[in-house]
């Protein structure tokens, strides 16, 4: 799936994108616990989407990586999209 295809709701996709820009680390509380997130901006040919990493997922990644996500699921946040793994998700870092 390419970012310009990208809607709310959106569930179980596969993109391949380059992250561009990594924000701030945070701590937030979940249902789950306290957990760390971080938003990143990944691109494409078509454009950009926001990122959103959870906990061991912050490591994987950084700024230039060309990653592919699948099985993943998009939410609006403020008026603004973000792509999640989630917990049945996969994020890898292509070599």
């Known amino acids: 799936m390419k970012m310009s295809d990208i809607k709310y ?5 596969s993109v391949s994108a380059k992250i561009v820009e990594m924000g701030d680390l945070r701590e937030v509380k979940t249902k789950f616990g306290k957990t760390t ?3 990143a901006v990944m691109e ?8 959103t990493l959870w906990g061991d997922q912050i490591d994987k990644v950084k700024k230039g990586d060309e ?3 699948e099985g993943g699921y998009v939410r609006e946040f403020n ?3 973000f792509v ?12």
């Open 37 to 39: 997130v971080l938003n």
């Open 9 to 13: 709701g959106t569930r179980d996709i």
């Open 79 to 81: 008026g603004e999209l």
């Open 84 to 95: 999640n793994v989630g917990r049945n998700g996969k994020l890898e870092v292509k070599a």
């Open 67 to 69: 990653i592919v996500i």
């Open 44 to 51: 494409d040919e078509t454009g950009q989407v926001k990122l």
